[in-house]
């Protein structure tokens, strides 16, 4: 399974009423397929997974899915820390014919890495039709997976992939070293991408796409044609977006970005909120700076 290059991690947008605005989902979907974006994560944790209701992810993916036919694969984030619970969320998605699945490392309950390497195993086993990609953010998820048990689980034929959000430089080279050239990693901070493209990764997992698609897309396809100055260019014009939309906890300024282009996207669900005001006002600057609004 080919990802492509751009992953979009793609917001939920809520009503008025804090509900899930399907009709803003699916025009926000195709946006992205026609801006830049390969593919698209929906209820990852930029999608508020954690406060979404299973039967509100199944809608997503079925909304996502039609809204985006033909244009970007979809990727249902359908990870747990409870192990029987991601593969029940995954057999359910797959019968969505979904195009892949972003597992997320178990958190909380901080697995040994033996745990997570049986805890992958057996979400793989139970869908060996299904494309899945492992989602390494200890920042979050207070363990990390080593690079040591992702060579191990790269030999399970229907793990193809990982996205990385260690922010660990070292960590993805050790990966790549010790991993198949078909296993695809994919940078998990919008910052890092030209970097770890630099160490054998493929894409990134972003946020920032939302915003600048075209644009990360063109910066990696500069990269892979050798044009470097081009690339690192772009990275650097790039370079003060990627870090206002991680001011504070993310989704939180993305929501905000969109909504100063027009999107109506809703508020964050409870326990996240909206963005204080010092923060909204440095956002805006670099939003006008970017071109992204007058």
């Known amino acids: 399974m080919n990802f492509g290059r751009v992953i979009t991690a793609m917001i939920t947008p809520f009503d008025e009423n804090g509900a899930v605005n399907y009709s803003v989902v699916e ?16 209820c990852g944790t930029t999608g508020e997974s954690p406060t979404l209701t299973w039967s509100e992810e199944y809608q997503l993916f079925k909304v996502v899915k039609a809204a985006v ?11 747990s820390n409870s192990s029987d619970e991601a593969i029940e969320a995954t057999k359910q998605a797959a019968k969505l014919d979904v195009d892949g699945s972003l597992q997320v490392v178990p958190y909380y309950n901080k697995p040994p890495q033996s ?13 060996p039709d299904l494309p899945i990609l492992l989602y390494n953010v200890p920042s979050r998820t207070s363990q990390n997976l080593l690079p040591e048990t992702v060579a191990k689980l790269a030999k399970i034929p229907n793990i193809v992939g990982i996205k990385e959000a260690s922010g660990n430089i070292d960590q993805a080279s050790q990966i790549r070293a010790t991993t198949p050239k078909e296993f695809t990693i994919y940078s998990g901070d919008d910052s ?64 905000a970005a969109l909504k100063m282009q027009g999107w109506q996207v809703g508020s964050p669900r409870l326990p996240l909120t909206e963005l204080p005001e010092e923060l909204l006002e440095n956002l805006e600057l670099i939003m006008k700076q970017s071109s992204l609004i007058k």
Request: aromatic share 6%.
């Open 192 to 255: 890092l991408t030209l970097p770890l493209l630099a160490v054998g990764a493929t894409g990134v997992v972003s946020i920032a796409s939302h915003l600048v698609g075209n644009q990360i897309q063109e910066m990696i396809q500069a990269f892979e044609s050798g044009k470097n100055q081009l690339a690192t260019q772009i990275h650097v014009e790039l370079f003060p977006l990627f870090k206002v939309l991680f001011c504070t906890t993310n989704p939180i300024p993305l929501k």
């Open 69 to 79: 036919s033909g244009k970007a694969k979809v990727i249902a984030g359908t990870g």
């Open 115 to 127: 745990g997570l390497y049986c805890h992958y195993e057996a979400i793989a086993k139970s869908c």
């Open 27 to 42: 025009k926000l979907a195709a946006n992205l397929a026609e801006n830049g974006s390969d593919s698209i994560v929906v």
